[in-house]
């Protein structure tokens, strides 16, 4: 495992039972992910249980106000946001000033225009690609990894969109590149049910990979 791959960070999202969270925040992520967007199925209406400080957790959220935002990062202590629908870099900017992380989500299919990142850099600590399709996220499958060798600018990203097991060779081979690779973020392929994780996936996932 060479030196990038080991430092790669692991972001777990979609958490929504709280004995189940107990138990995946025990794997120690770096990340994890509660969704703030009540048309998903894995929207969390509850209190997130007490986890390691090391954690940092993360609310999703789809063109949700500023308002919701600020209040949902109090009541909850989140330590980043992840913006997933069509926020404005001023929106970011405003969040990023709430002295939480701030990643910025754009979903890919087949192609991507980079140029769109623009207006968001340096408004943002972070871009995150998925794959587009149905739903924001949690869609199950992966893009086209190869429209990121095209990938223009210098500031880190989330790698997300269907990766599971079946992938890690392929997210070895990506990690190798030059790209700057901040952190891998993973969902539905370890799920027993929306929001419910497979506990033993999620180690062995981990221990593969050295995350």
Request: include cysteine; aromatic fraction near 12%.
């Amino acid at each position: 495992m060479n030196l990038k791959s080991s430092s790669c960070k692991l972001k777990i999202c979609g958490m929504k039972y709280p004995e189940n969270i107990i138990q995946v925040g025990q794997l120690l992520p770096d990340y994890m992910g509660f969704i703030f967007y009540d048309k998903s199925a894995r929207f969390l209406d509850s209190d997130i249980p007490e986890l390691p400080q090391s954690i940092k957790k993360t609310g999703v959220f789809v063109n949700a106000t500023f308002g919701e935002i600020q209040n949902t990062i109090e009541k909850h202590g989140l330590k980043a946001v992840q913006l997933h629908g069509e926020e404005s870099y001023a929106l970011c900017s405003r969040v990023q000033a709430l002295n939480v992380e701030v990643i910025k989500v754009f979903s890919v299919k087949d192609e991507f225009n980079f140029d769109v990142l623009k207006p968001y850099e340096g408004y943002v600590d972070y871009f995150l690609f998925d794959t587009k399709g149905k739903h924001p996220g949690g869609n199950g499958y992966t893009f086209d990894w190869n429209t990121l060798k095209e990938y223009p600018s210098a500031t880190p990203f989330f790698l997300s969109g269907g990766i599971g097991i079946e992938e890690i060779e392929a997210v070895k081979a990506i990690l190798k590149t030059d790209l700057p690779i901040y952190a891998l973020d993973i969902n539905s392929k370890f799920e027993i049910e929306p929001g419910l994780k497979n506990i033993e996936l999620l180690q062995e996932f981990k221990t593969r990979l050295d995350l």
